[in-house]
Each structure stands twice: as structure tokens, then as C-alpha cells.
């Protein structure tokens, strides 16, 4: 297959329109968007554990485990390729150990294990509407759509316990 080559004026102007539009390419886009399927998953988790339900838990981990073995840090080019390259790794481990989780409150300490990955991956790449969520209580950090906190660490407890981080809705 014959590869077409682009001209430097080409490129160029591709780079322009890119400024001019705000589009970034920083290397993780194929990361990006293999870590798609795997954030809906964990946002599943994350809600069923806010609302104090585990029924939902392990499936949904189940599902991170399978994705994130077709993940590669070699998707990742460029500066911050460092950065990502424990993240497959530590989801996988992470959801294994959510998988195994038998009880609420091993599924919540799971969570916190499992967010590890999925806040710096998500502090780094800014997914839309995500907000990257602490609570100083547990400790513990996660992912969420949304202003309104709904900690899973606590469920009704202490549900409204966190400060938004990181994200659209963090205050700035």
C-alpha cells in the first residue's frame, strides 16, 4: 500500500486549524478512546455504590477487566507516554480485585484502588462532563457526571461528602 505524503505547507496549515479550532493532540487519543467503554463501566459502579446497591458491581467489573487487557501504553506517544504507562496494569489488578469483592464494603475499598487509575487518567485527559472527586473522609478519590457529589465511599451516609478536583465543575 502506497502511503501519501503531505507537504509541509500542508501540515502547516493543519497545525493552524488545529490552534485556531482548540484541538489538542497530545499523544493519548487512541488511549483516549479505548478508555471510553471503560469509564462507562466504572461510572456504573460508582452510582450503584452512591446509591448503596452492589448488584450492578460486579458485571461492570467484569467488563473493565476484559477491556482494559486489550489496553497498551504503547497506544500513548509523545512527553507524557510516562504518565500512562501503569495505568492498563493498575485497572486491570483493580478490577480483579473488584471482581472478587464479595460484601458493599469490599467493593467500596476495591473502588478506591480502582479510581487510582481512573483519576490520573482522567486529571490528564480531561474527559468531557467528568469530574475528578475527593473525599478527605475515606480517603479516597473517583470519577463522576456532574456538580452535585454523590460519594460512593459512603453511599446515603454521607453522600454529599467530597470536593470536585478536577474537571468541568471544579471550582477554578
Known sequence: MKQKRIGFKTLCIMIVVAAWTGIAYSGSEKFDDAMQPILMEYLKITDALASDKSDPVPDAAKKIEGLAQTLSSS??????????????????????????????????????????????????????????????????????????????????????????????????
Not at 480485585?97 to 487510582?116: C, F, G, N, P
Not at 454529599?160 to 477554578?172: L, T, V, Y
Request: proline share 7%.
Open 75 to 172: 497506544m500513548i506517544t509523545g512527553e507524557h507516554a510516562g504518565h500512562y504507562k501503569n495505568i492498563p496494569k493498575n485497572l486491570l489488578e483493580s478490577s480483579k480485585k473488584m471482581t472478587q469483592a464479595k460484601d458493599i464494603a469490599k467493593m467500596r475499598s476495591a473502588l478506591s484502588e480502582l479510581s487510582k487509575p481512573m483519576a490520573m487518567w482522567a486529571s490528564m485527559s480531561k474527559p468531557a462532563g467528568i469530574n475528578v472527586v475527593y473525599c478527605p473522609m475515606y480517603p479516597g478519590s473517583w470519577l463522576q457526571k456532574g456538580a452535585a457529589v454523590r460519594n460512593p465511599y459512603y453511599g446515603a451516609k454521607m453522600s454529599r461528602c467530597g470536593d470536585i478536583i478536577s474537571g468541568p465543575d471544579a471550582k477554578k
